[in-house]
Antibody, heavy 119, light 106 residues
Framework: QVQLQESGPGLVKPSETLSLTCTVS????????WSWIRQPPGKGLEWIGY???????NYNPSLKSRVTISIDTSKNQFSLKLSSVTAADTAVYYC?????????????WGRGTLVTVSS | SYELTQPPSVSVSPGQTASITCSGD??????ACWYQQKPGQSPVVVIY???KRPSGIPERFSGSNSGNTATLTISGTQTMDEADYYC?????????FGGGTKLTVL
């Protein structure tokens, strides 16, 4: 079955760029939308953005100026870059697959990775 | 920007029916889905397209969506249903989550 796994540094310094990768195993990254979602400790879910396997993207307006999501179909991976991070960006970051039509929902999630922003 | 509003908490006795609401402007004109998240775990979809259950989700979970409110109903609530629940919808190709509701079963 298809599985998602996040990877990347667990600690990032303020003002630097957070970089995470999601590896899709057990299936192809093609023909689906893929997304990043985060959850600050003790708080709710916040959608960051999604990417189609063709490379088209859409981002949360509140993060758009700092976010880049990219995809590498040859490696079955997609990535997140969040620039100029502050302590407010400390969160568990999840990658997830969007599924369905006409109602798109997140049917598969990674286990999440905690990223702490601190000097 | 579009907002979805949920009550922060709902309490229910075991075996009773729990209802969790999600409010948004003309939400009934959109599709709503619901996720369950237990402590330390990733969210799991329990309802999609307003009222459809993915395979493996118990029949006690049901959903509705009309007017400005979507509702997740859990009939015969079990202690294992204690979790955070999030509604989610789309607005102009953007994903929106509700703030989440902590369901306590006691």
């Amino acid at each position: 079955q298809v599985q998602l796994q996040e990877s990347g540094p667990g600690l990032v310094k303020p003002s630097e760029t957070l970089s995470l990768t999601c590896t899709v195993s057990g299936g192809s990254i093609r023909s689906h939308y893929w997304s990043w979602i985060r959850q600050p400790p003790g708080k709710g879910l916040e959608w960051i953005g999604y990417i189609y396997y063709s490379g088209s993207t859409n981002y949360n307006p509140s993060l758009k100026s700092r976010v880049t999501i990219s995809i590498d179909t040859s490696k079955n991976q997609f990535s997140l870059k969040l620039s100029s991070v502050t302590a407010a960006d400390t969160a568990v970051y999840y990658c997830a697959r969007l599924f369905g039509d006409p109602d798109w929902y997140f049917d598969l999630w990674g286990r999440g990775t905690l990223v702490t922003v601190s000097s | 920007s579009y907002e979805l509003t949920q009550p922060p908490s709902v309490s229910v006795s075991p075996g009773q029916t729990a209802s969790i609401t999600c409010s948004g402007d003309k939400l009934g004109d959109k599709y709503a889905c619901w996720y369950q998240q237990k402590p330390g775990q990733s969210p799991v979809v329990v309802i999609y397209q307003d009222n459809k259950r993915p395979s493996g989700i118990p029949e006690r979970f049901s959903g509705s969506n009309s007017g400005n409110t979507a509702t997740l109903t859990i009939s015969g609530t079990q202690t294992m249903d204690e979790a955070d629940y999030y509604c989610q919808a789309w607005d102009s190709s953007l994903v929106v989550f509700g703030g989440g509701t902590k369901l306590t079963v006691l």
